[in-house]
């Protein structure tokens, strides 16, 4: 066991509440059967709660070390074990979550995806890579994966010769390696690989993901070093939004239901309510996708909706809108070990406290000054968690009106994050910039303008009431400025 690291199901990490056991599912597609099984694990040897990691994977947390040898056998059952630790850690692979039922798709990017992290388990050679070291498979689908972190992606084109992949190197916006015939892509991707590798082994820390490596020699030379064809061309912007994969969609003639995780964590029992409601609607299997939601392909658009209604928003995110998608928080203290503030509840506290600024701020009179509207009532003061959700008292129209009014500034793409809460300087909830960033520290947070958790920080030492006023000042600000 190694703690600090990223974990695996072979190499968990030791966090506050207990070993944390990292599920890398292939493709994401996990059967109703095993989604079943994973949510008994979780409960039956864990502490029932379960993350979904911004790489589309399963967290199991809270075990206990004596129940590590049982996950271990019920896991090899499901084929869910890798050979070795060492080619675990490297088989960090994210492909399109609706890969092979996309009508819109280029190509199915299953086998590829497949084949790919079959190469980094068995080539030892690559086992050298550094554990974040991530590659993406696109499928050129409804849902692009352009906004998703990867060293090496791969972007399924239609060619004159038929479907082949763009190459897109982390640091090269306005290169493209290429093209890929899909047979080659483990290939392509090994090379591209010891091409990072022995470069690396030159330069030390100095390299240590493909962005340092393409700053250091370019991305045409790289293309040279593997053979590969280069070209100056910007990669098309492929972003999905929340409005394209939250709540019910058509997919062809078929349908899925998108549903997101407040705060990517979600309860065993509720794993497995959502497992049966959507067997129950004709679903074969849930979708894991980086977006912290879940994905559940139905035969119909009228099953898509039906699934949905059976389903609560307090437990699950349903709609595009919600505010639980803007701000970002990991587990924190005492469930982190590396945390010294309790970062969720304190996220929530936030948003309450928070609240009432925008009450003066944007919303409608008959709401200012705690003088609520019928439906609409003010938040509490000093609100707590309720598991993983923002309880409803905390006035969800006031909080949504906070999160827009703050998520104005430039550097937030739309539905994008606009509060990340951090137990400690790692980010590990967020890793891309919020416009307010506030990191725990001895107790107390940090606060980070228009940055990351790792940035140098405005305000230090702040307690949470101070963090909440700064926060306040800043919505404030940007009302200010909007009305100018």
Request: charged content about 20%; aromatic content about 4%.
């Amino acid at each position: 066991m190694v703690k600090g690291w990223c974990p695996g199901a072979l190499r968990p990490m030791e966090s506050g509440d207990g070993l944390l056991v990292r599920l890398r599912i292939s493709g994401g597609i996990v059967d109703i059967a095993l989604a079943q099984q994973i949510a008994r694990w979780s409960r039956h040897w864990g502490n029932g709660q379960i993350d979904l990691s911004n790489r589309g994977n399963l967290q199991v947390r809270g075990l206990a070390v004596r129940h590590l040898p049982a996950l271990h056998e019920a896991l090899a059952e499901y084929g869910l074990l890798d050979g070795s630790e060492a080619g675990e850690a490297v088989r960090n692979v994210i492909s399109s979550p609706l890969a092979g039922l996309d009508p819109g798709a280029v190509l199915d990017v299953r086998p590829m995806a497949q084949s790919l992290e079959h190469r980094l388990v068995h080539d030892a050679a690559l086992h050298a890579l550094p554990g974040k070291f991530g590659f993406v498979l696109d499928d050129g689908g409804m849902l692009g994966l352009d906004e998703v972190p990867a060293d090496i992606r791969f972007i399924a084109v239609q060619t004159n010769d038929g479907p082949a992949f763009d190459i897109h190197l982390d640091g090269a916006a306005h290169d493209c390696l290429g093209p890929c015939h899909p047979a080659a892509v483990g290939d392509v991707a090994a090379a591209l690989s010891d091409v990072f590798l022995r470069h690396r082994a030159e330069r030390g820390t100095l390299v240590r993901r493909m962005r340092d490596m393409v700053a250091a020699h370019g991305a045409e030379a790289i293309a040279g070093d593997a053979t590969l064809a280069h070209a100056h061309s910007p990669r098309a912007a492929r972003a999905a939004r929340p409005a394209s994969f939250l709540g019910a969609h058509r997919l062809g003639s078929a349908g899925f239901l998108g549903v997101g995780l407040p705060f990517g964590r979600i309860m065993a029992e509720d794993f497995a309510e959502l497992a049966s409601a959507a067997a129950a609607n004709g679903a074969p299997a849930l979708h894991l996708t980086p977006w912290r939601a879940i994905l559940a392909p139905v035969p119909s658009m009228l099953a898509a909706q039906t699934l949905s209604a059976g389903l609560t928003e307090d437990r699950f995110v349903l709609d595009p809108a919600d505010t639980r998608r803007r701000i970002a928080a990991c587990s924190g203290a005492p469930s982190c070990a590396r945390g010294t503030t309790p970062a969720r509840g304190d996220a929530v506290a936030l948003a309450a406290e928070t609240a009432r600024a925008v009450s003066d701020q944007v919303a409608p009179p008959s709401t200012r000054h705690g003088r609520a509207s019928p439906g609409h009532p003010p938040p509490a003061a000093g609100a707590k968690m309720a598991g993983t959700t923002l309880p409803r008292v905390l006035g969800r129209p006031a909080i949504t009106n906070w999160c827009n009014v703050i998520g104005n500034s430039s550097n937030t793409t739309e539905g994008g994050v606009v509060l990340h809460v951090s137990g400690c300087e790692k980010g590990c909830a967020h890793p891309g910039a919020a416009r307010v960033t506030l990191v725990g520290r001895d107790g107390r947070y940090d606060l980070v303008d228009d940055g990351v958790a790792s940035d140098a920080p405005t305000l230090r030492n702040l307690t949470l009431a101070q963090a909440a006023e700064q926060v306040r000042n800043r919505v404030a600000d940007q009302s200010a400025g909007d009305a100018a």
